[in-house]
């Protein structure tokens, strides 16, 4: 029953697109596989068996999901080093998120692109444009893409992005008009991640115009802009390849560093 009762908590938390911690004892003298849930506003379900060691499970919980890290084992001395009968015990720390979506703003060659791309790498996928003809169902006929006709950008973006957990957005229209539109929906929105295709002058010129609207500097820094890695992308499916290897390097932690860099390093430094 308590399993079921916990199960059904986590469900419900996905569901309101929140973040949680599953917490559980996983060597311990006592309590082995008890489980504890800790949403990021604080609430809990579960028990680890000590009222003490929630408390203190769930405090650390905090810190666990502002890390970003998806999994990670701490001793019970980590979490309350003044609780002495759990100084040896291990915990194991899980990231509950609701599944990554992409939101993509325009249907053209690159966001089409983009859209099978990141389907194929299991992320959820809505396609908007403004253009009937682009979010046709028979353009993705085989896929299972949201497809929505933008009458409004705002409304149809805001309504898209959701609370925004987990949600990656690639801007990626026809235009400088396009893309102001989109973006003041989707700053506001505050999503994940928020990139915008174009030039260096073009993106400058879109964010110089939002920054005279008010929008607050810190946030503008945060938009990738030229979006995605620099891997001299020329054809769609390249720039929408360049577009995922930014976000999943985002999404896990990743540096975004040619693996073999180390091989470059000085002998001295190698060692």
């Not at 009937?132 to 893409?145: G, M, P, S």
């Not at 929008?215 to 503008?220: K, R, V």
């Not at 932690?253 to 430094?269: D, I, K, M, N, Q």
């Given at each position: 029953?308590?399993?079921?009762?916990?199960?059904?908590?986590?469900?419900?938390?996905?569901?309101?697109?929140?973040?949680?911690?599953?917490?559980?004892?996983?060597?311990?003298?006592?309590?082995?596989?008890?489980?504890?849930?800790?949403?990021?506003?604080?609430?809990?379900?579960?028990?680890?068996?000590?009222?003490?060691?929630?408390?203190?499970?769930?405090?650390?919980?905090?810190?666990?999901?502002?890390?970003?890290?998806?999994?990670?084992?701490?001793?019970?001395?980590?979490?309350?080093?003044?609780?002495?009968?759990?100084?040896?015990?291990?915990?194991?720390?899980?990231?509950?998120?609701?599944?990554?979506?992409?939101?993509?703003?325009?249907?053209?060659?690159?966001?089409?692109?983009?859209?099978?791309?990141?389907?194929?790498?299991?992320?959820?996928?809505?396609?908007?444009?403004?253009?009937?003809?682009?979010?046709?169902?028979?353009?993705?006929?085989?896929?299972?893409?949201?497809?929505?006709?933008?009458?409004?950008?705002?409304?149809?973006?805001?309504?898209?992005?959701?609370?925004?957990?987990?949600?990656f957005v690639a801007v990626v229209t026809?235009?400088?008009?396009?893309?102001?539109?989109?973006?003041?929906?989707?700053?506001?929105?505050?999503?994940?991640?928020?990139?915008?295709?174009?030039?260096?002058?073009?993106?400058?010129?879109?964010?110089?115009?939002?920054?005279?609207?008010?929008?607050?500097?810190?946030?503008?820094?945060?938009?990738?802009?030229?979006?995605?890695?620099?891997?001299?992308?020329?054809?769609?499916?390249?720039?929408?390849?360049?577009?995922?290897?930014e976000i999943v390097a985002e999404r896990?932690?990743?540096?975004?560093?040619?693996?073999?860099?180390?091989?470059?390093?000085?002998?001295?430094?190698?060692?």
């Open positions: 029953m308590e399993h079921s009762i916990l199960v059904d908590y986590i469900e419900d938390t996905l569901e309101r697109g929140l973040l949680g911690a599953l917490i559980t004892i996983v060597r311990a003298p006592r309590n082995v596989g008890r489980k504890l849930f800790v949403t990021e506003d604080g609430q809990t379900a579960g028990d680890l068996g000590d009222e003490a060691l929630n408390r203190a499970a769930a405090t650390w919980a905090e810190r666990f999901l502002q890390s970003g890290t998806e999994a990670q084992t701490f001793h019970g001395e980590e979490l309350a080093p003044a609780l002495s009968s759990w100084k040896e015990a291990r915990l194991l720390f899980e990231r509950i998120a609701p599944a990554p979506r992409i939101v993509i703003c325009g249907a053209g060659h690159v966001g089409a692109s983009l859209a099978r791309l990141a389907l194929l790498l299991g992320y959820g996928v809505t396609l908007i444009d403004d253009r009937a003809d682009f979010v046709a169902r028979d353009r993705f006929a085989d896929l299972a893409v949201e497809l929505v006709l933008a009458e409004d950008w705002e409304q149809a973006i805001t309504e898209a992005i959701g609370t925004g957990r987990e949600v026809r235009g400088h008009n396009e893309d102001e539109k989109c973006m003041r929906a989707v700053l506001r929105a505050r999503p994940r991640y928020v990139g915008m295709i174009g030039s260096r002058r073009r993106t400058n010129i879109v964010l110089r115009r939002l920054r005279s609207e008010g929008f607050d500097e810190m946030l503008l820094r945060e938009v990738r802009a030229p979006i995605g890695l620099d891997i001299g992308a020329v054809t769609p499916e390249e720039v929408a390849l360049a577009i995922m290897a896990r932690g990743g540096s975004g560093v040619p693996l073999s860099a180390w091989r470059r390093l000085s002998p001295e430094r190698k060692r």
